[in-house]
């Protein structure tokens, strides 16, 4: 039998850290373990390709959800799970070409569904048709933890010529029939049931991007996460969201969860938005910016709102209600610039302009992914840039710093967030819940230099952005 890779289509799920953890936003820095992750970025425009490094660093076997999200609006284009065995890791890249992108991996780690045979001895999962899913981000959620005596955990383990004993095995645990709870699962080919613990902080997750053209690689630590979940938060591979007037109950405990707010149905509490967005919240973001046509060197900016999606009306927009009925997101957002060189010199106000421009200065950020293109030069060749030019607003040097202060959209209805699982309320909608205060932010500065007599010489590097809250 065979389980059901998520499409492209509906909303949900991401990540967050406790409110002690050390976090971003709140403390200057990541944790470098935790139970869940965000990767900022993912891009196959042109000849970009993204790797995805995730690591199990316990002694107990691990089940993930790995998400991809698109860039405009962090609909969920694939989503399949990992179970990793004690100490084990999995790696995939994701690659594509102007139609379609797949995830390739050849690692040999149990997933459901399986990954298909690509005929050079790698799998993958199955070809995503873009619609504008060349870039976006990752959501790598730990959704429980077994011990070595339970019977997912003896399926997984690897032996001694590097293979799990029994994928198959393991794979009949995702079925809607086999998820008893948020905590045991029984395989539905044996009747033998697996008992789960909560992930805890034991994952290490990682990620590059390599431009095959230039020869330009680099990477990162993704956003780590401390205490995302306090329970484990096992759901089925048969169908989601999509399917909700058809099977609500199980609707709500398919591959759309665990997400930014928890877990499914079966799983309480679900209040891990609060978490996430207390730490990523940020009224700006300050970095480095160079770009220099006579030396190659460019400066792209990444800005992730993660987790916009969860302010949605889901069953609204199923019910093909017109947007203003259930948006209440925070973007677009509105950035506001002010540009430095490195000698204190700074811009003239109302000097930089952007397209489409609230004020001047300023631009809209409309997507939950975007990329700020500095100068003439272009780093991750992306179709969500704005582009940034000091040198309209008179600063002749080709590097410096800024503050990007980026103030978030009142939705429509106010902003809140829409708590799918709790199902919907007698008006027919799903809970609401206000938010307020910054939006949460997360992403880099891409920076390269490149030499186009001589390809190797190219190098590039990721530089973290610096948030504030004042």
């Known amino acids: ?78 989503d399949f799970n990992l179970i990793l065995s004690p100490d084990d890791v999995w790696t995939g890249t994701i690659s594509g070409d102007a139609d379609e992108m797949r995830f390739i991996t050849d690692d040999n780690s149990c997933t459901a569904p399986e990954l298909l045979n690509n005929g050079d001895g790698r799998t993958y999962a199955p070809i995503v048709t873009l619609e504008g899913a060349q870039e976006g981000y990752l959501e790598v959620i730990g959704m429980a933890a077994a011990d070595a005596a339970q019977s997912i955990s003896v399926g997984a383990l690897h032996g001694a010529n590097g293979l799990p004993a029994n994928c198959n095995s393991v794979r009949e645990n995702f079925f809607v029939a086999a998820v008893t709870s948020n905590a045991t699962t029984t395989n539905i080919a044996t009747g033998v049931t697996s008992t789960y613990t909560e992930t805890d902080n034991v994952l290490k997750v990682s990620y590059f991007l390599r431009d095959s053209a230039t020869g330009i690689e680099f990477g990162n630590d993704s956003i780590m996460f401390e205490d995302f979940a306090s329970i484990p938060m096992m759901t089925h591979q048969e169908f989601g969201l999509e399917a909700y007037s058809i099977d609500p109950a199980n609707a709500l405990n398919g591959w759309d969860f665990p997400d930014v707010r928890g877990g499914g149905n079966n799983a309480a509490p679900r209040d891990s938005i609060d978490v996430v967005r207390d730490s990523l919240a940020a009224t700006a973001v300050v970095n480095d910016w160079s770009y220099n046509p006579a030396t190659g060197a460019a400066t792209d900016w990444v800005v992730t709102f993660p987790g916009q999606y969860a302010l949605v009306d889901f069953y609204s927009e199923l019910a093909g209600d017109p947007q203003t009925a259930w948006d209440y997101r925070e973007i677009p957002a509105t950035a506001t610039f002010v540009v430095f060189d490195r000698e204190e010199g700074s811009a003239v106000p109302g000097g930089l302009n952007f397209s489409p421009s609230p004020a001047p200065d300023s631009a809209f950020l409309p997507f939950e992914v975007n990329v700020v293109r500095w100068g003439d030069n272009d780093v991750l060749e992306s179709r969500f840039a704005t582009d940034v030019n000091p040198a309209d607003a008179g600063i002749t040097s080709p590097f410096g710093w800024a503050r990007l202060s980026v103030e978030g959209r009142t939705g429509l209805l106010g902003n809140a967030w829409c708590d799918v699982a709790a199902g919907p309320d007698p008006a027919g909608d799903c809970t609401m819940t206000s938010v307020s205060g910054p939006v949460p932010m997360v992403g880099f500065a891409a920076w390269e230099r490149t030499f186009s007599e001589d390809l190797d010489r190219n190098y590039g590097r990721i530089v973290e952005h610096s948030f504030t809250t004042s």
Do not use: C
Not at 5 to 19: D, E, I, Q, R
Not at 59 to 67: A, D, E, P
């Open 1 to 78: 039998m065979n389980k059901s890779f998520k499409p492209l289509a509906l909303a949900a799920a991401v990540a967050g850290l406790t409110s002690g953890a050390a976090n971003a936003q709140t403390a200057g820095s990541y944790a470098s373990l935790g139970d869940a992750a965000f990767v900022p970025y993912y891009s196959v425009e042109d000849a970009w390709v993204t790797g995805v490094h995730i690591i199990n660093t316990s002694n107990l076997t691990q089940v993930i959800k790995l998400r991809l999200r698109r860039a405009e609006d962090s609909r969920d284009i694939m």
